[in-house]
């Protein structure tokens, strides 16, 4: 009898339905108001260092000094 697999799988195509749905309008306002991704800057500069203030790893690989002076620079500026 395939009935009840046939509701269970009918079930699931509704939850991807309707997570696609309600997650599109999220993501696409979240887009819309530009909250869905960082700056270029804070991209470079990491976000362990422009979020948090630190660095979360001691590595070489660091952020060059001028880019986060630039960050800050940038933050202050639009906190006035």
Known sequence: DFTLMGIQIIAVLFIFGWTFSLMGVYFYLLNY?????????????????????????????SAPKEKVNELNSSRSRRNL
């Open 33 to 61: 108001f530009g909250l869905f991704r960082i700056s270029q800057l804070e991209e470079e500069v990491g976000m362990d260092i422009s979020r948090h203030k630190g660095s979360a790893y001691d590595m070489d690989g």
